[in-house]
């Protein structure tokens, strides 16, 4: 069993540069930057219905990522450059670490048409090179669209890229497996806390997106074949432990867990005996000596992917 990170599950917040919205969009009103934000959003709700700004005005303010091994472990969630958040160092921490740990699959949900391209901008507006991720290779590049043994996005995983709309985003995945979903916040208000200064609440939520995104991973890998429902449960159930764990100086895990439900298995003996058990929960400690459960096999291929909603999608609008 190899701790080497395999995959990096990651979830990104943002927000409006106003600057830049001043000169872009409203260059002969000589707008303050809050006026431009509020100008720009008031617009936006108008036309959409919603005061989310397009991803080539927004910067990154918080990016918090989970490092996941081979055998789908939960290893660690970092949120980077926390508690300073700041957006140039974040994106400088988050090309330099995928590289650092060799150039592991990212996962995310929509991540495709937002995190992506949002940290592909924010290394061009700050100067920083990442040969690796544009690699020159054709239709093997790992910023082809369907390449997904380095992005594995699953909002498009579980529309068979963009085939279909998966109305509900991250919330409805999460809360289909009797994971917690949203709890309070949502990405269009994440101007407002920024702006209040509430960064730490940023972060939190930031955190909570990335272990529902984590356990819509694994069920992702039960239906693409790559674990079993019984390897499933083995890793939610190492995974609370670790939340757990964390709870008492994670104010976010902390409320994770106070949300936190289990997945209520349908099949009954007579309809699946093994499927009806792989969910059971294990056999209490005994003083003897007991072989380790088995986890998936260890394996460095990709899922082949399938698509998201529409690659379009705002990230307010698909609750990634």
Known sequence: MSDAVAHLIFDVESIADGELI????????????????AKYQAERLEQTGSTFIPHTFMVPISVVIAKVTSDFRLLDIKSLDEPHFRPHVMTKHFWQGWEAYQMPQWVTFNGRSFDIPLMELAAFRFGLSIPKWFDDSGYKSRRNRFSTGSHLDLQELLTNFSAARFNGGLNLAAQSLGKPGKMGLSGDQVQAYY?????????DYCRCDVLDTYFVFLRSMVLTGRASLADETKLVAHAREWIESQAKTCQACSDYMDHWSEWKNPWQPDEDATLAASTDPPEPATDEPTAEPALPAESTSAVSGNSDENTSVEKASDDS
């Not at 001043?22 to 934000?37: M, Q």
């Not at 702006?195 to 972060?203: E, F, H, N, V």
């Open 22 to 37: 001043s000169a872009v969009r409203y260059p002969d009103e000589t707008l303050t930057p809050e006026e431009a934000i």
């Open 195 to 203: 702006d209040r200064g509430d960064l730490k609440a940023i972060s």
